[in-house]
């Protein structure tokens, strides 16, 4: 087994019981990164000296017996969350020269940590897409097939630990954009409850919906790196003041008596018949090991998604109003006055995707439609979320699938947005409701991709959620199936 | 249609973006329907339904008002396209 196949809590081990040093373990995710990262384009900035640098004195630190729970430990970032003095570019070219002068939160507890930071990854621009396509650099490939997406916005940080590149990441989800990409990757990514994690230090897309979470190997993994950085922050005034519980206290209690809902809304003609099948095969299982199964109704799914690309596109079109040529940031000035520099500047930096939710969003905010779209919006996601509370008097989780098929190919969506917006439909719902979901492999289709289910929990109780995920995994080996890479 | 060109030349206005021909036509297509499928929220009577703005219910955060250490100007300006004296540069707004 090489050193870059060990889960994040197997290094914490051997790098407390100094088996193993830091800068070894970097130096085989660097040549590893070297080696395959050509053929999956995950990352968009190496940090490789430095990460040498920082390994050298987690080891000094471990060394002295100061070591913390990441201390050593080798992540990489996507390229959402600001860093001091790298690159952070969102995937857009119009931050194509922009180094942030601070870190965010969730950086900061990282580093203070002594944990390792490798680069920065590859994502759809401003974090908006479900292919990782809509990149301002180049499209992520899938480790499991490179003819097919990653899946997105997060796809840099989900194919980046399938390929085995760094122990694990952080990503941030929107509609979907952390547990979507894991499931086609074939790795564990969670989206803590809305609030759980400081989002200061992170590019905004829209704000009543993004959230930080972890893409990890496996479930026990998702728990360290959820642990590392939940918590208040002062400097994000979203963040809640709800103490943090020990996420991996509880981790191996089993499922014995929890009652599993599966709302019928997500169970539909259309549904892929492996995706089906696998799902089938996961709910026997957890079966077996003692969960008790529920049917229940999310009765207003059918409109999350057009719930989903008002408040989003509307929220966007408000944030990046900011990229205007002059803080930081591309200008394109033709002599021809201010406005006309923003016009042109924010023109040549955005992507195709990135102008198209601008429009829409700006639309939606304008006179004369603000009550038509964007306020209706807000009051079906009343209903959405109600329809979450509701099920969760019946039922301590649901399960669900993540994506209604395995990845699809290269190119094989771009032409038709709505069918894009389409595929996030499983998955946009917590994001209304703000509450808690996490992907987890359980198969693999005939055609070599990855599936995962998806599972829901309660707000603010990402610690039942990681106990089913782990009482699943131990029914199975899907996590620990590596990328024929 | 749900949307016209020159509506959508109007919102690009409002938005700021300098958009080709091309692309305007393109998002006239685009724009009308993505509005055609999110009609669908019209089916739903909500004349009662209190809207949700965020999904945790929050208040106000407050804090003590102090001064604490901020960014400082020479690093607020390292990113900008110009700068000069401490300040950001911009084409000439007033004739």
Known sequence: ?485 | MKISREQVEHVARLARLALADEELDALTGEMDAILGYVEKLNNLNTDHVVPTAHAVPMENAFRDDRIGPSLGTQKAVANAPEAADGCFVVPKVIE
């Open chain 1, 1 to 485: 087994m090489s050193l870059t196949d060990l889960t994040l809590r197997a290094i914490q081990q051997r790098l407390q019981a100094r088996e193993l040093t830091s800068v070894d373990l970097t130096r085989a995710f660097l040549d590893r990164i070297a080696a395959v990262d050509g053929r999956i384009n995950a990352f968009l900035t190496v940090t490789g000296e430095q990460a040498l640098a920082d390994a050298a004195l987690a080891d000094r630190r471990l060394d002295e017996g100061r070591g913390d729970a990441l201390t050593g430990i080798p992540l990489a970032l996507k390229d959402v969350f600001v860093t001091e003095g790298v690159r952070t570019t969102c995937a857009s070219r119009i931050l194509d020269n922009f180094i942030p002068p601070y870190d965010g939160t969730a950086v900061a507890r990282l580093k203070a940590q002594g944990a390792v930071l490798l680069g920065k990854l590859n994502m759809d621009e401003f974090a908006m897409g479900s292919s990782n396509e809509n990149s301002g650099y180049s499209p992520v490939r899938n480790p499991w097939n490179p003819d097919y997406v990653p899946g997105g916005s997060s796809g840099g940080s989900a194919a980046c630990v399938a390929a085995r590149m760094a122990a694990a990441t952080l990503g941030t989800d929107t509609g979907g954009s952390i547990r979507q990409p894991a499931s086609h990757c074939g790795v564990v990514g969670l989206k803590p409850t809305y609030g759980r994690v400081s989002r200061y230090g992170v590019v905004a897309y829209a704000s009543s919906l993004d959230q930080v979470g972890p893409i990890a190997r496996d479930v026990e993994d998702c728990a360290m790196l959820l642990q590392a950085v939940a918590g208040h922050d002062p400097a994000d005034a979203t963040s809640v003041t709800l103490p943090v519980p020990d996420y991996c206290a509880a981790l191996k209690d089993g499922v014995k008596g929890l009652k599993i809902g599966l709302p019928r809304e997500y169970f539909i003609e259309g549904l892929d018949p492996e995706v089906q099948k696998a799902l089938e095969q996961a709910i026997a299982a957890l079966g077996d090991a003692g969960a008790e199964f529920v049917q229940v109704s999310l009765p207003h799914t059918d409109y999350a998604v057009a719930c989903y690309y008002i408040i989003s596109t509307a929220e966007a079109s408000s944030n990046l109003a900011r990229y205007d040529g002059v803080r930081f940031g591309r200008r394109v000035d033709r002599g021809q006055g201010l406005i006309d520099m923003f016009m042109q500047s924010r023109a040549a930096g955005f992507g195709p995707e990135v102008k198209r939710r601008i429009m829409l969003g700006t639309y939606a905010l304008s006179s004369g439609y603000y009550d038509a779209y964007y306020l209706k919006a807000q009051k079906v996601r009343t209903l959405i979320r109600q329809d979450f509370l509701d099920a969760f008097d019946r039922a301590d989780v649901l399960l669900t699938p993540v994506a209604p098929t395995p990845a699809f190919k290269l190119g094989e969506k771009t032409a038709d947005p709505l069918q894009m917006y389409l595929s996030d439909i499983f998955t946009i719902p917590a994001n209304l409701a703000g509450t808690c979901a996490m992907s987890v492999p359980c198969g693999v289709s005939a055609e070599g991709l990855p599936i995962g289910l998806q599972l829901i929990g309660r707000p603010f109780d990402e610690a039942t959620l990681l106990r089913a995920g782990y009482a699943f995994q131990q029914t199975g080996d899907w996590h620990q199936r590596p990328a024929p890479l």
